[in-house]
């Protein structure tokens, strides 16, 4: 069992940046794949970012690309998103996932309880 709790949301402007973590209590945090998600009002989960054990592949959705870089650091047991350049259409509750095994865009065992992001002038 893999418990995961993601932090860092909050209210930010147009074009403002915001760091999210997901710390997670994985005996062994190497061994998971992690990955970002978010689901704004009415709309279904959507895949933002993932990246390996190892922290050497990363992928990104169109939507997040060239703005949003997913990083982590195994000796925290720790995922991070930092989100520049932040549109109101970013606007939605972030989820931090965890799989064992290789990254994904899709299929996850572990999920956060989730921190809203809101985008608003």
């Known amino acids: 069992q893999v418990q995961l709790v993601e932090s860092g949301g909050g209210l930010v402007r147009p074009g403002g940046s915001l760091r999210l973590s997901c710390a997670a209590s994985a005996r062994t945090f190497s061994n998971y794949a992690m990955g970002w998600f978010r689901q704004a009002p009415g709309k279904e989960r959507e895949f933002v970012a993932t990246i390996s054990g190892g922290g050497g592949y990363t992928g990104y959705a169109d939507s997040a690309k060239g703005r949003f870089t997913i990083s982590r650091d195994n000796a925290k047991n720790t995922v991070y998103l930092q989100m520049n350049s932040l549109k109101p259409d970013d606007t939605a509750v972030y989820y931090c996932?965890?799989?064992?095994?290789?990254?994904?865009?899709?299929?996850?065992?572990?999920w956060g309880r989730g921190t809203q992001v809101t985008v608003s002038s």
């Open positions: 996932a965890a799989r064992a095994g290789v990254t994904s865009r899709a299929a996850y065992d572990f």
